[in-house]
């Protein structure tokens, strides 16, 4: 009988890993390294919710990688062991990213049991609030990645979440989470007010930060004695270098633990981590990887054509380039670079000093 292939690989497979999981971006560990002051200040903000009383909206922001999730899901954890008066919900809006698929989900974790055929968002939304009501219960919701609400024109989700004690007596705290620090100020100006409440900043980690880390994931994650302190040193330095991505750090020493495992070193070599070093993309790359991939098909065909243009074009043959080759109206165009440079893959410059505001004037840009 012929040996399967992968159990005599595996067999014969020796492992840096104790705890691979420990390195994977959803890993929650006990210790946030370097964010224990924040933690404090997001449970202050919320924590009148855990007493039945009204929390105020919190306003999340920070560069990828600096660890707004995770402090987020530890304080929503650290809340539901805490007090049975309120629901905390996380939602990825990534995975999420309608007001129809947000309701659902806040609906769900509500224990609302909703009927096999269609009913609109707004039912939904009236039923979940009554729920809420019976069960005397605050929703403190975090919206992680809310610009992807944005993008949609789905914002209005956040009137509505702001204004439950008007519409239904149900106090609720929404923490909204994003990279982009101007997000708000790019809203209607009713989810404006409606949202007004605490701003935290995540900052970019720095050096030292990073370093303490991979040091502190490194200990979970990797068999004691196969790392030392310049490899823990270069996969630091991989996420200082994207702009202090920690989990651009917490990648390097994965993919140096893989180098080293294939190689059947015993210890992860300076040359592991090197070549970890080299092949991880910057945070930017990595946003734009993701974007890029949840662009509409007009949206891409509107990138393509700049890209083809030299990566900039003037607005007018902008509009004449793509209305003769996809048949789209000026208003449509319009409207998918708006999208497009709310989402930061597009801009659009005046090439006039003196406020001429004429279409060929103006060139849009591919952002790098």
């Known amino acids: ?5 992968f159990s005599k690989k595996l067999d014969s497979a020796t492992t840096l890993f104790k705890n691979e999981q420990a390195l994977y971006p959803d890993f929650a560990p006990s210790e946030l390294v370097g964010r224990e002051s924040i933690i ?8 009148p919710a855990a007493n039945g009383m009204r929390a105020s909206n919190v306003f999340v922001y920070g560069p990828p990688g600096t660890g707004k999730t995770i402090c987020c899901k530890y304080v929503l954890s650290q809340l539901s062991e805490y007090s049975s008066k309120t629901l905390p919900i996380y939602v990825n809006c990534w995975q999420n990213d309608s007001r129809q698929s947000v309701l659902s989900l806040i609906s769900q974790k509500a224990g609302e049991v909703l009927p096999r055929r269609g009913i609109s968002s707004q039912e939904v939304f009236s039923r979940t609030l009554e729920s809420l009501w019976q069960q005397k219960k605050i929703p403190v919701i975090v919206l992680d990645e809310a610009d992807r609400l944005f993008w949609g024109g789905e914002d209005k989700l956040l009137y509505d979440l702001a204004r439950t004690w008007e519409t239904s007596k149900v106090h609720s705290c929404v923490i909204l989470v ?13 989810v404006r007010s409606s949202m007004i409440g605490k701003e935290i900043e995540f900052k970019a980690y720095t050096p030292l930060e990073l370093k303490k880390i991979v040091e502190s994931r490194a200990k979970i994650a990797l068999v004691d004695g196969t790392y030392d302190s310049e490899v823990i040193a270069l996969c630091a330095a991989a996420g200082a270098r994207a702009n202090g991505d920690a989990r651009v750090s917490l990648q390097a020493l994965w ?7 294939e190689a059947g070193h015993s210890k992860i070599s300076v040359d592991d981590a090197k070549k ?30 700049i890209v083809e243009q ?4 003037s607005l007018s043959k902008l509009y004449e380039a793509y209305s003769k ?3 789209a109206s000026e208003r449509s165009i319009r409207n998918y670079l708006r999208k497009l440079e709310f989402k930061g893959l597009l801009s659009t410059q005046s090439t006039d000093s003196n406020d001429d505001q ?5 060139v849009v840009k591919v952002i790098e």
């Open 1 to 5: 009988m012929v040996t399967n292939i």
């Open 40 to 47: 404090q200040t997001l449970a202050s903000i919320i924590s």
């Open 178 to 190: 994003t990279n982009d620090s101007e997000l708000l100020s790019k809203a209607d100006a009713r």
């Open 255 to 261: 993919l140096a633990a893989r180098n080293a495992n």
């Open 276 to 305: 970890a070093f080299a092949a991880q993309p910057t945070s930017a790359q990595i946003k734009r990887e993701r974007d890029e991939q949840f662009l509409e098909e007009p949206e891409k065909k509107l990138i393509s054509l």
């Open 310 to 313: 030299g990566g900039s074009i």
């Open 325 to 327: 080759k996809y048949g």
């Open 358 to 362: 004429s279409n060929s004037k103006k």
